[in-house]
């Protein structure tokens, strides 16, 4: 059964910084690429940034670029996304996703066949 399993959401003040983890298990997970997804309440679910299967290629929504880096072990079947400078903003439940995709990754959330639980960040003073 595939899982991806989120984990690192927490309180942070604005220009703090968080690391989220994702674990994935019960596919091939070098042969998808990972992306992570937010929705705030009351929002759209939007793409935050993604990764190829071999982590080659990145992307990021313009709202993140230059804070956010993504990165991903397939030894370890695991995804990160570590936020920088966070914004109140920035508050939102994140998710992660996977794509049946070699060689590229989109934030286009239909492109992503698994998807994790979620997990809560907040930016507040």
């Known amino acids: 059964q595939s899982q991806l399993v989120e984990s690192g959401g927490g309180l942070v003040q604005p220009g703090g910084s968080l690391r989220l983890s994702c674990a994935a298990s019960?596919?091939?997970?070098?042969?998808?690429?990972i992306g992570w997804f937010r929705q705030a309440p009351g929002k759209e679910r939007e793409g935050v940034s993604c990764i190829s299967s071999s982590g080659g290629i990145t992307n990021y929504g313009d709202s993140v670029k230059g804070r956010f880096t993504i990165s991903r072990d397939n030894a370890k079947n695991m995804v990160y996304l570590q936020m920088n400078s966070l914004k109140p903003e920035d508050t939102a439940v994140y998710y992660c996703?996977?794509?049946?995709?070699?060689?590229?990754?989109?934030?286009?959330?239909?492109?992503?066949?698994?998807w994790g639980q979620g997990t809560q960040v907040t930016v507040s003073s």
């Open positions: 019960g596919f091939t997970f070098k042969y998808y690429a």
């Open positions: 996703a996977a794509a049946s995709a070699v060689g590229y990754c989109s934030t286009n959330r239909g492109s992503y066949v698994h």
